[in-house]
């Protein structure tokens, strides 16, 4: 059933009034809303809660009772910090009872500025975005401005995916689960969000593919009480020993994630029976900051003194914690049964930043840490480097997300982070992009490498340069971080600028030699018949000599000349030309000094001339008298090349005779502008639209009009009062 359909009710259900007042009360007292702020949210409470007009949003899903969900969730995963609990609560309905300008005065800048974020992003936040470039750059641009809306827009999400479970629009359930699983949920990943992360990559699992779900969830629920009681068997020993050595903490069991699960059952490829680590179990301990790498690595020890530890699956993040600043010791062991087991140790610190990421850096107060300040530049380096699909802009994003990490140092002792199998060319340009572009190769560990070895955890790189290095295509096969690629395909597009702007002068100086005024919209048709997407890469072709500039002169010049057109014969008197057909045009024209009986004319369709325009014949091989405005594209080169055969022509009598003028319109693909241009057309006096032909592409239209006029006043003034009209850029006649 489509949503058009649904019948939306007017008004919230008593049980919906009743959770709203209970959460509105959580949120309040966990927030510490002032007095003021209170008043506010009450007043915006009752009256969207018996609007029937604004209760619901448009996909049938109480408001009120989203945004108090939002902020409790926001409060309950991260923080309740007033501001953005604020800025959650107002966001949706500010415009209903406050402006925000009033907002800005009761709350403060920082509660409206969140607000502005939230709206900004919002506009692109809807179906189909991850597909869409525009959007989603938009998009992506829009979350990098500010890294408090990132959090409060994956946490929105959270909660409209935990609302749409039994919605009756299957179709846009599955775009949001699609767009919560490629870009929520790896935003979570990135900031440390874990359970959020987990639990919006179940939900999207729900959706859409529920038989696969229920299956897994069934799994673990029935083997839920013999895995319970083989953690408890685990535990106990390993509690005794901690205990033994002074050390206070706690230990709780985790089950994986449903869609972890299944992600681990596809990469294995085997069923569910045969996935041994489904649980890990964490050791949480209370120790002084002085104290924490010490007592972590005390309690690693005496596991691995109870249980044989497998190498391989060891990892130290207390030594050198994750880029999203998390801090865990990890380790797997063979437990009772010889079942493989996960064990992780970390302090309360560690504990809290791992549960609630890169929140608890800061105090949101818009303070940035330099982590999550690193990464949100290079999402703009990603976002901005070209012409890459949505997609490819995503899986570099992923790609930094979840490889694993190695650590590389410069002679000077410098550490650089670089993602697993990064090369000695990612490690350049992790220097400096123009370190990057000169590079040659390297010195790793005192021997000579190429740009292509890959470097391994504790290597030493020197990196090699020469003046004369640029970089190549090839090179994006060769490095594996996103920010590596991207620096390499913005130098290329900076050459392939550079190649273009020298083969476009190149078409420009031939054109200008032979007289030649080059219109650009023509040109484009004639680079777009040739096959070319990009413009640049046209141009750059000329530059290197794959396309001759003067076989495109020619090609222009074909495109422009004048069509055939349908001789008119007149038989003329007292030196009037009279047009003889069923369309009298009246007596408009004289030619020459003389009467010439039975002269035969037509009007050159390169720049059509209507009554009033200044003219000049061309007796053309055929004995016809071509009729051309004097400022016609091809008027210099008729008259530089033909002087003998052009012909006085003046026009005589009065207008009113309708002559075709052509004219190109350039403008916003906004709703009805089209229609407006029309209307201004039909309005005018002496005026009728014959043809129209409308291109549009990425939000601006190109339009073809035939007009007929009367004369060049009227052609005049219907050019003026087009250009009045909003949405309209450039109006010529052509």
Same mark, same amino acid.
């Given at each position: ?195 959020? $992360?987990?639990? #919006? =990559? *179940?939900?999207? /699992? ?7 779900? &229920?299956? @897994? ?21 390993? $509690?005794?020993? #901690? =205990? *033994?050595?002074? /050390? ?7 089950? &994986?994630? @449903? ?26 301990? *209370? ?22 530890p497998n190498p391989a699956r060891m990892r130290d993040w207390i030594s050198i914690p994750k880029i999203n600043g998390y801090e865990s010791l990890h380790a797997t062991v063979m437990g009772p049964d010889s079942k493989w087991v996960e064990v992780q140790f970390r302090t309360r610190r560690m504990d809290l930043v791992a549960e609630k990421g890169l929140a608890a850096h800061w105090r949101y107060k818009g303070v940035k840490s330099d982590s999550t300040d690193q990464w949100m ?124 702007n020298l083969g476009k002068e190149e078409v420009m100086r031939r054109a200008k030699n032979r007289k030649i005024d080059i219109d650009e919209a023509i040109l484009m048709k004639i680079i777009k018949k040739e096959g070319y997407k990009y413009v640049n890469e046209f141009f750059a072709d000329i530059a290197d000599n794959k396309i001759d500039a003067g076989k495109v002169i020619n090609a222009y010049l074909t495109a422009t000349a004048p069509e055939e057109e349908t001789v008119v ?166």
């Open positions: 059933m489509k949503e058009e359909s649904r019948e939306k009710p007017t008004t919230l259900p008593l049980s919906s009034l009743r959770r709203c007042r209970t959460l509105y009360e959580e949120v309040s007292t966990a927030a510490s809303l002032s007095a003021e702020t209170d008043r506010m949210l009450r007043h915006l409470l009752r009256k969207t809660c018996l609007s029937g007009v604004s209760a619901y949003d448009n996909k049938g899903l109480p408001r009120m009772e989203m945004a108090l969900e939002t902020a409790e969730a926001f409060i309950h995963f991260i923080d309740a910090d007033t501001n953005i609990v604020k800025a959650i609560l107002l966001c949706d309905f500010y415009g209903e009872t406050a402006g925000i300008d009033e907002i800005e005065a009761e709350c403060g800048s920082d509660v409206a500025g969140i607000i502005r974020g939230i709206e900004s992003v919002s506009q692109f936040s809807a179906k189909s975005n991850i597909q869409n470039q525009d959007n989603f750059r938009g998009l992506m641009l829009s979350l990098a401005d500010d890294i408090r809306v990132i959090i409060i827009m994956i946490v929105r999400d959270l909660v409209l995916m935990r609302s749409i479970n039994n919605h009756p629009d299957q179709e846009w359930v599955s775009n949001v689960a699609f767009e919560a699983n490629v870009l929520y949920a790896q935003l979570a990943h990135r900031l440390g969000l874990y359970k959020i $992360k987990g639990e #919006l =990559e *179940d939900l999207s /699992l729900k959706y859409t593919n529920r038989e696969i779900y &229920k299956q @897994i969830a069934a799994k673990l629920n029935e083997t839920k009480r013999s895995r319970e009681q083989y953690i408890q068997r685990f535990i106990e020993p390993v $509690k005794q020993k #901690l =205990e *033994d050595e002074g /050390l206070t903490f706690s230990i709780k069991g985790r089950t &994986k994630s @449903i869609s972890s699960i299944w992600a681990k059952m596809r990469k294995q490829k085997v069923d569910l029976d045969r996935i041994y680590d489904l649980f890990a179990i964490r050791v949480i301990i *209370d120790t002084p900051p002085e104290k924490e790498k010490s007592d972590c690595w005390l309690a690693y020890s005496i596991l691995t003194d109870m249980y044989t530049n290079n999402i703009r380096d990603i976002l901005e480097a070209g012409k890459e699909d949505p997609m490819q802009l995503m899986k570099d994003m992923r790609l930094d997300i979840y490889t694993k990490e190695v650590y590389a140092f410069t002679p000077k002792g410098d550490l650089f982070k670089l993602p697993a199998g990064a090369t000695v060319l990612d490690f350049a340009f992790y220097i400096h992009t123009n370190v990057g572009s000169h590079c040659t190769g390297g010195i790793v560990n005192g021997r000579h490498r190429k740009i292509s070895h890959v470097i391994e955890s504790g290597d030493t790189v020197e990196i090699l340069t020469s003046a004369t290095q640029t970089p190549k295509t090839d090179w994006l096969n060769i490095v594996v971080s996103s920010k590596s690629r991207n620096k390499i395909r913005q130098k290329l597009n900076e050459d392939l600028q550079a190649r273009a014969h007149a038989g003329a008197e007292d030196f009037e030309l009279v047009r003889n057909d069923a369309e009298d045009y009246g007596e408009v024209l004289t030619i020459g000094e003389k009467s010439i009986k039975g002269l035969s004319y037509k009007f050159a369709r390169c720049c059509n001339p209507v009554y009033g325009d200044k003219v000049f014949g061309f007796i053309s091989s055929d004995g016809v008298v071509k009729i051309h405005k004097t400022d016609c594209p091809n008027a210099r080169n008729i008259r530089g090349r033909y002087p003998y055969r052009l012909i006085r022509v003046n026009w005589s009598g009065k207008g009113g005779s309708e002559l075709p003028a052509q004219l190109r319109i350039i403008g916003h693909d906004d709703i009805g502008i089209i229609s407006n241009i029309t209307s201004v057309i039909s309005k005018e006096p002496g005026a009728n639209l014959r043809n129209i032909r409308v291109d549009s592409n990425d939000g601006l239209f190109q339009g073809y009009l035939t007009v007929g006029v009367s004369d060049n006043s009227v052609l005049s003034s219907v050019v003026k009062k087009i250009k009045t009209l909003k949405g309209v850029k450039d109006v010529a006649r052509i």
